[in-house]
């Protein structure tokens, strides 16, 4: 009984998860695009995983303007990224959340030192059901980073794999929130 209430709930996860990704590419998905300040986002982030990954810190650049995102999509954005950190690379790996400014773009990071993720794999993995987990350890369902980059692009935004020569690092990238000079906002009016 143990066993099948087991796989059901795992069953149970995969079809939310399928769904999910499924919204993601629906014409009616639907982001709230609003100012996310890089620093409380990552401090809310770090705090929430801190019990399961044990080496987690973040670091934030001097004058990183808000983002302008999704914040509960771009917090399951990180979610997934974390949970990926947490199965490939353990629950004892360093990770390092960062964000800083890339042109019109704010630059977020999740760097691990893990065993990281095979060069022939990078494009790979941001496909349905694509897992490099070996065998006989906890495996996913190889939807999160396909959601995370249909998510992304439906904010404007991109995720990619960073060339690495150990662990994974993942950018993410949301455009800036771009504010008018004052000056611009009294001639509008």
């Not at 796989?7 to 009616?28: K, P």
């Not at 960073?162 to 906002?185: K, T």
């Amino acid at each position: 009984l143990g066993t099948m209430q087991s796989q059901g709930e795992e069953l149970v996860r995969m079809i939310d998860e399928l769904l999910e990704l499924g919204r993601t590419q629906s014409v009616s998905f639907q982001v709230q695009k609003v100012p996310v300040d890089p620093g409380e986002f990552l401090e809310e982030v770090r705090a929430a995983w801190s019990s399961r990954l044990g080496r987690l810190t973040s670091v934030v650049s001097p004058d990183v303007p808000d983002a302008l995102a999704d914040a509960l999509i771009l917090r399951r954005v990180f979610d997934n990224l974390l949970l990926n950190s947490s199965i490939h690379a353990g629950t004892h790996a360093s990770v390092i959340l960062q964000a800083d400014q890339s042109g019109d773009f704010v630059r977020f990071s999740v760097a691990d030192d893990g065993p990281g993720v095979p060069a022939s794999e990078a494009e790979r993995i941001f496909d349905p059901f694509v897992t490099l987990a070996a065998s006989g350890t906890r495996r996913t369902h190889g939807l999160g980073l396909a959601y995370c980059r249909a998510a992304l692009a439906a904010m404007g935004g991109t995720i990619s794999l960073a060339p690495s020569s150990s662990g994974a690092m993942f950018i993410v990238q949301v455009p800036a929130a771009v504010v008018l000079p004052r000056q611009g906002r009294e001639e509008d009016q």
